[in-house]
C-alpha cells in the first residue's frame, strides 16, 4: 500500500484523529472498534474484524459463546467428531 501523506499531531492523551477522506474510504464511523498492531517499528490501525480463535482467519467468522470461529474449522471440528 503506498502512503497516502497525512500528518496528524497527537494530544496530551495520545489521542489522533483519523481524516474524513479517510473513514470514508475504509467504512469507519464512530463507534466502530479499530485494532491496534504493531510490526517492527510501525503502528498500523486496521478496521477490527473478528478473527477465528483457531487458525485467526477473518473470512466466514461467526461468533459463539463469546468466541468466534470460522467455518473451516467448524467442518474440521465436525469430521473429528464424527471419526470419534
Known sequence: MKPVGVVR?????GR???PKSLRKRYGM???DPVEILVQGD???LEKYRPR?????NVEGVMEYKDRFICKSCIKEMEN???HA
Open 16 to 18: 489522533i484523529v483519523l
Open 80 to 82: 473429528i467428531y464424527k
Open 29 to 31: 464511523n464512530e463507534g
Open 52 to 56: 477465528c480463535s483457531f487458525c485467526t
Open 9 to 13: 499531531k497527537m494530544d496530551q492523551l
Open 42 to 44: 510501525h503502528i498500523i
